[in-house]
């Protein structure tokens, strides 16, 4: 069996000069290579390149105007701010967030959702929703209202914003409100 190649690959010396490539690899050991059944390759672990880009950070923050409204009196209004502490989402894993701004001692406001990322480094948001709870409390558990939002793709170095409206639809309140704004950054 003997092989020919058509046109020779760049060279400087003994090593490879071609992107991609790591320039210690010797001519015979490339030469092998190609010659491998292509079956073969796939059986090939990635380079460290393809590693390094299943890791990002992902930063960014919420914002929540939230209305509790009142019978007897003025609605309270209160509007909340949150800096994201900075996420690191590797492959083969999820991290689902989890973050909440409470107003007027009856009302908490919950925005959930699951970073993953994939082998290019772009972060995908999914399961987002955000959930409204009214009650006695702030710690209550009666959820009155739930928005889910589309997905969110960031590529590295790109950001995204989502603005989320939900109200109390469970028991025909609709002044007990919120609306959040979700912005993240690969």
Request: a neutral charge.
């Given at each position: 069996?003997?092989?020919?190649l058509?046109?020779?690959?760049?060279?400087?010396?003994?090593?490879?000069?071609?992107?991609?490539?790591?320039?210690?690899?010797?001519?015979?050991?490339?030469?092998?290579?190609?010659?491998?059944?292509?079956?073969?390759?796939?059986?090939?672990?990635?380079?460290?390149?393809?590693?390094?880009?299943?890791?990002?950070?992902?930063?960014?923050n919420?914002?929540?105007?939230?209305?509790?409204?009142?019978?007897?009196?003025p609605?309270?209004?209160?509007?909340?701010?949150?800096?994201?502490?900075?996420?690191?989402?590797?492959?083969?894993?999820?991290k689902?967030?989890?973050?909440?701004?409470?107003?007027?001692?009856?009302?908490?406001?919950?925005?959930?959702?699951?970073?993953?990322?994939?082998?290019?480094?772009?972060?995908?948001?999914?399961?987002?929703?955000?959930?409204?709870?009214?009650?006695?409390?702030?710690?209550?558990?009666?959820?009155?209202?739930?928005?889910?939002?589309?997905?969110?793709?960031?590529?590295?170095?790109?950001?995204?914003?989502?603005?989320?409206?939900?109200?109390?639809w469970?028991?025909?309140?609709?002044?007990?409100?919120?609306?959040?704004?979700?912005?993240?950054?690969?």
């Amino acid at each position: 069996m003997s092989f020919s190649l058509v046109q020779p690959l760049p060279m400087e010396g003994n090593a490879m000069n071609v992107k991609g490539v790591r320039k210690t690899l010797e001519w015979p050991v490339l030469w092998r290579a190609l010659v491998i059944p292509a079956a073969a390759a796939i059986a090939v672990p990635a380079l460290a390149t393809n590693a390094q880009a299943a890791q990002r950070t992902v930063t960014g923050n919420i914002s929540w105007r939230i209305m509790d409204y009142e019978n007897f009196g003025p609605n309270t209004i209160c509007n909340r701010g949150l800096t994201l502490n900075p996420s690191t989402v590797t492959s083969g894993t999820d991290k689902r967030i989890r973050a909440w701004a409470k107003c007027g001692g009856e009302i908490r406001v919950e925005v959930h959702y699951r970073l993953s990322i994939d082998p290019n480094g772009v972060i995908r948001v999914t399961e987002g929703k955000v959930e409204l709870y009214e009650g006695t409390s702030e710690d209550t558990t009666d959820l009155d209202g739930t928005s889910a939002f589309a997905n969110m793709i960031l590529f590295p170095g790109a950001s995204g914003t989502r603005s989320i409206h939900v109200q109390n639809w469970a028991e025909g309140q609709p002044d007990d409100k919120a609306d959040v704004t979700l912005t993240l950054r690969n």
